[in-house]
């Protein structure tokens, strides 16, 4: 019994400093460091995008795609009087309403 008591407060205390962990405030960033690592990545990225004369690729020659062949399509017969029945959702509203996305995220 005082082995599992035991036990289980320590299991309590290692999760309330887990959560006690996460939840504390981030420490506050160098502004001028901040800036100084922003300079040197975007100089590097933008020395990695200027291609060198050696490494000048060659314009790509347009070719006629081969052709495809014709897939083996197998339809299933046809059944006589079978009409899939009318949805009226499918005909209501104007198939050319402009359509308003709304993008939304916890991770902002």
Same mark, same amino acid.
């Given at each position: 019994?005082?082995?599992?008591?035991? =036990?289980? %407060?320590? =299991? =309590? =205390? %290692?999760?309330?400093? $887990?959560? %006690?962990?996460?939840?504390?405030?981030?420490q506050a960033e160098n502004p001028d460091a901040v800036a100084a690592a922003v300079e040197a990545t975007l100089t590097a990225v933008a020395a990695d995008a200027a291609p060198s004369p050696?490494?000048?690729?060659?314009?790509?020659?347009?070719?006629?795609?081969?052709?495809?062949?014709?897939?083996? %399509?197998?339809?299933?017969?046809?059944?006589?009087?079978?009409?899939?029945?009318?949805?009226?959702?499918?005909?209501?509203?104007?198939?050319?309403?402009?359509?308003? $996305?709304?993008?939304?995220?916890?991770?902002?």
């Amino acid at each position: 019994m005082t082995r599992n008591l035991i =036990l289980a %407060l320590s =299991l =309590l =205390l %290692l999760t309330a400093a $887990i959560i %006690l962990s996460a939840c504390a405030a981030p420490q506050a960033e160098n502004p001028d460091a901040v800036a100084a690592a922003v300079e040197a990545t975007l100089t590097a990225v933008a020395a990695d995008a200027a291609p060198s004369p050696s490494q000048a690729t060659p314009p790509a020659t347009p070719s006629d795609p081969p052709p495809a062949a014709a897939p083996n %399509l197998v339809l299933p017969p046809l059944v006589n009087g079978f009409d899939p029945a009318p949805r009226p959702a499918s005909s209501k509203g104007n198939p050319d309403a402009p359509v308003v $996305i709304y993008e939304w995220s916890d991770y902002t």
